[in-house]
C-alpha cells in the first residue's frame, strides 16, 4: 500500500471519526479533511471536482429552494392536519401513514426531495399532538431509503445500474418492488415494537386536532394551485429525466425557478431557508470519498471481494449484498456502485451470469444508506430539518436504531434474493 493510500485512509478514518463523535461539526469536519487531501497532493483539484456529485448538489438545491416557496402556500400544514385527522389523532396511525407516503413518494420523486416535503408536516402534526417527534424523523428516514430502492429513479445507484445493465423502469418495479415492500412491512413492525406501544396523546390534544380544519391553513390560494401543479410537474420530470436527456439536478433547479418567477416570491427568502451547512457536508465528503476511490483503496476492495467468492454467481450475490450495505452505510454508494460497475461487467465478459448480481448491488447500495446518519443524502437534510425545529438527530442516536433494521432489511433481502435466484 503506498504513501498516497495510507493517507487518504486516515485522512477518511478521522474525518468519520469526527462525525461520530460529533465534537467538530460534520460539515466543518469534510471540508477540512478535503482540503488537507487538496493540500498534500493525495489528490488534484481537477480530479476532486470530478467526485463532487454536482448532480446531487443541484437536486438539494433546488428542492430547497422549491419547498421554502411551497412552504408559503400553508400546503404542508393542510397536508399535515388532514393526515391526522384521517387517523383520528392516533399517533400510531399517523405514523404509518407519513411512512407509507414517504416510501411511495420516494419510489416516485427521490429520497432527498421526498424528506424536504415530510419533515414539515411532520413537525406540524407533532406539536398539535405534543408528540415527541424523534421516533417520526427516524422512521421517515428510513422509509425514503427502502422506497427509494423500489425504482429505477428512487435512487441514484438504481439509475447508474440500470444504465449499465440495461435494466429499465418496469424491470426494477418486478425485481425491487417486491422486496422493498416486504422490507418496509418489516421495518414499521419493528417501530411498532420500539415505539408504537409508548404512544401517548392526552384526549384535549386530540379533542384539538379534530376541532382543526385544514383548510383554515391555506395561506395563500394562488401559490396553494401553482404549488400543486408545479409539484405534479417536477415528480414527471423526475420520472422522465433521462428519456429527457437532462440531469435531474436541472429538474429541480427548473422547477424552483419557474415557481419563484410565477409567485413572485422573492428570492433572498427562498435562499434564506437553504440548509447550507448540508451543501458543505455533502461537497467535502465527496472529495473524502472520492480520494478513496481515485488512489485504489475502494478498486482494491471492491476486487478483494469478488475474489473471495470463488467465481460462484450465488456466493458472489450475497457477499455482494451484505458487502455493499456495510460500506453503504459508511461510504456514499455512489462511488462504490461506480466502482462495482466495471468489475461485473468484465465478470460478464467472461461468460459468467452477474444478473443476481446486479440487483444485489442495488439492494444493498440502497437499503445500506439506513445503517448510520451519514449512509444516505436523506439521512443528512432530515436531520438538519429536525434540528432547525428543535429535534436533535446524532449519529450514535441514529445507530442505535438504523444499523440494526439496516441488517435485518439485508436479511430479508438475502432470503428474497435467494428464492429469486435460488443456487443451480
Known amino acids: 500500500m503506498g504513501t498516497t493510500q495510507i493517507i487518504a485512509i486516515v485522512v477518511f478514518v478521522v474525518v468519520m471519526v469526527a462525525i461520530v463523535t460529533e465534537k467538530i461539526h460534520r460539515a466543518l469536519a469534510a471540508v477540512v479533511g478535503a482540503m488537507v487531501l487538496l493540500i498534500l497532493h493525495v489528490v488534484s483539484f481537477d480530479a476532486a471536482m470530478e467526485h463532487v456529485d454536482f448532480n ?114 418496469a424491470d426494477f418495479v418486478m425485481v425491487d418492488a417486491p422486496a422493498a415492500i416486504i422490507c418496509l412491512i418489516v421495518m414499521i413492525g419493528l417501530f411498532y415494537l420500539l415505539f408504537g406501544r409508548k404512544f401517548k396523546v392526552d384526549e384535549e390534544h386530540k379533542r384539538a386536532l379534530m376541532e382543526r380544519d385544514e383548510r383554515e391553513e391555506i395561506k395563500n390560494p394562488t401559490l396553494l394551485r401553482q404549488s400543486v401543479i408545479m409539484i405534479i410537474l417536477v415528480t414527471a420530470g423526475f420520472m422522465l429525466h ?124 440502497c437499503l445500506g444508506g439506513n445503517g448510520t446518519l451519514i449512509g444516505a443524502s436523506a439521512n443528512v437534510v432530515m436531520s438538519d430539518i429536525a434540528k432547525k425545529h428543535g429535534t436533535e438527530i446524532t449519529f450514535m442516536g441514529f445507530l442505535k436504531y438504523g444499523f440494526p433494521i439496516m441488517l435485518v432489511t439485508i436479511a430479508v433481502s438475502a432470503v428474497y434474493l435467494v428464492v429469486r435466484f435460488p443456487p443451480m
Open 56 to 169: 446531487t448538489l443541484g437536486v438539494l438545491l433546488g428542492m430547497m429552494l422549491f419547498v421554502a416557496v411551497v412552504k408559503l402556500s400553508g400546503l404542508f400544514e393542510y397536508l399535515a392536519i388532514k393526515c391526522a385527522r384521517l387517523a383520528k389523532g392516533n399517533p400510531w396511525l399517523v405514523m404509518v401513514l407519513f411512512v407509507c407516503l414517504t416510501a411511495v413518494l420516494s419510489a416516485l420523486l427521490d429520497n432527498v426531495t421526498t424528506v424536504l416535503l415530510i419533515g414539515p408536516m411532520t413537525v406540524t402534526v407533532c406539536r398539535l399532538l405534543d408528540l415527541d417527534p424523534l421516533p417520526f424523523f427516524l422512521a421517515e428516514i428510513m422509509a425514503s431509503n427502502i422506497g427509494g430502492t423500489a425504482t429505477l429513479i428512487g435512487d441514484p445507484p438504481n439509475i447508474m445500474i440500470g444504465s449499465a445493465a440495461g435494466l429499465s423502469f
Open 242 to 365: 433521462g428519456s429527457l436527456g437532462v440531469e435531474s439536478c436541472v429538474v429541480a433547479l427548473t422547477a424552483a425557478g419557474i415557481l419563484m418567477l410565477i409567485s413572485g416570491e422573492r428570492i433572498e427568502e427562498a435562499l434564506a431557508h437553504v440548509e447550507w451547512t448540508t451543501l458543505v457536508f455533502f461537497a467535502g465528503l465527496f472529495i473524502v470519498v472520492g480520494a478513496l476511490s481515485e488512489v485504489g483503496v475502494i478498486g482494491m476492495l471492491a476486487q478483494a471481494l469478488i475474489d473471495v467468492t470463488g467465481g460462484s454467481t450465488f456466493i458472489a450475490m450475497l457477499v455482494l449484498l451484505i458487502a455493499s450495505a456495510i460500506i453503504s452505510s459508511f461510504l456514499d454508494n455512489i462511488p462504490f456502485v461506480a466502482t462495482m460497475i466495471p468489475i461485473l461487467l468484465s465478470m460478464e465478459a467472461t461468460g459468467m451470469d452477474v444478473m443476481p448480481l446486479w440487483w444485489a448491488v442495488s439492494l444493498g447500495a
